[in-house]
């Protein structure tokens, strides 16, 4: 097939090669294409813009940054809707379920289909190719589309109408905010007890207290390796869009305040670029 794929970042990249190992052409944009050569001189074909991607394609991927990003190359006036190649576009990114069902409304009036479907499992998943894909939209395209999210993903599940993807990815992000909080809380302790945290970690991942941030970033955290395989100015926008959709809910989500706090004041010192992980820095001060 003739594939698309808009936004090779820390996750995108690492998708493109699956898609192209799958036998696929891949024609690709970003914003910065110096940060895309390895991705050309591998074989992916560069395109000059987002509708110059969707003109050469028969689905197309999109995984950017922000919901304004979204919009931006979806629904302006040489957005990518705007191409009469495409019969799938898929939002990869995580952003608003608002957004989600707006494009996918939009894309039906125009007699195309567009699913959100956000992932989860960072660049670790990515490059393994053990995504988790979360997807809400026209159930039928997700059957066709199932042998391209399987070159990238393991846990595909499809959550049901447009915008359901993007709440379902809220779940997960609520649920990681709090978990890198007791992380970083339980290697706290562990270091002021005087303990070796590496045999620490070797205990707890395996107990009730095991989850994929203590597993994956407990060790970066021990390392002071700060690297991001998911950036905490991306991770902030993720906890701002949950917040206000629970206000909307008529819901609070207290360990959700209290996380974004931590990383709202790490972007504010300069960390934004840093990895999730980097949440640790605010708790160093007892180490």
């Given at each position: 097939m003739q594939i698309g794929f808009i936004g090779t970042?820390?996750?995108?990249?690492?998708?493109?090669?699956?898609?192209?190992?799958?036998?696929?052409?891949?024609?690709?944009?970003?914003?910065?294409?110096?940060?895309?050569?390895?991705?050309?001189?591998?074989?992916?074909?560069?395109?000059?813009?987002?509708?110059?991607?969707?003109?050469?394609?028969?689905?197309?991927?999109?995984?950017?940054?922000?919901?304004?990003?979204?919009e931006e190359v979806y629904l302006s006036q040489e957005g990518i809707l705007e191409s009469s190649a495409p019969s799938y576009f898929v939002d990869l990114t995580t952003s608003t379920p608002e957004l989600a069902q707006r494009l996918a409304k939009v894309a039906e009036q125009k007699g195309k289909t567009c699913l959100d479907a956000p992932v989860s499992g960072g660049d670790i998943g990515a490059q393994n190719g053990v995504l988790s894909i979360m997807i809400g939209g026209d159930e039928e395209a997700v059957i066709d589309l199932m042998p391209l999210f399987q070159l990238f993903g393991k846990n595909i599940v499809y959550q049901g109408l447009p915008g359901t993807g993007q709440h379902t990815k809220m779940c997960n992000q609520i649920a990681i905010a709090s978990t890198m909080v007791a992380v970083c809380e339980s290697l706290t302790y562990g270091r002021r007890a005087g303990l070796d945290l590496s045999k620490v970690l070797q205990s707890i991942t395996q107990g009730a207290a095991g989850s994929w941030s203590l597993s994956n970033l407990g060790p970066k955290m021990i390392d002071e390796d700060y690297a991001p395989g998911f950036f905490i100015k991306h991770f902030i926008k993720d906890m701002g869009i949950a917040l206000d959709e629970a206000s909307r809910m008529g819901i609070q989500l207290p360990g959700l305040e209290g996380a974004k706090q931590l990383y709202d004041e790490l972007l504010e010192e300069g960390y934004g670029e840093e990895g999730t992980q980097a949440i640790v820095r605010s708790y160093k001060k007892y180490w």
């Open positions: 970042g820390v996750m995108g990249k690492s998708i493109v090669r699956h898609l192209r190992n799958g036998g696929h052409n891949v024609h690709i944009y970003t914003r910065t294409k110096s940060k895309a050569l390895d991705l050309i001189e591998e074989g992916a074909i560069w395109q000059d813009c987002p509708r110059a991607v969707a003109d050469h394609s028969e689905v197309v991927f999109t995984m950017v940054g922000y919901p304004n990003d979204v």
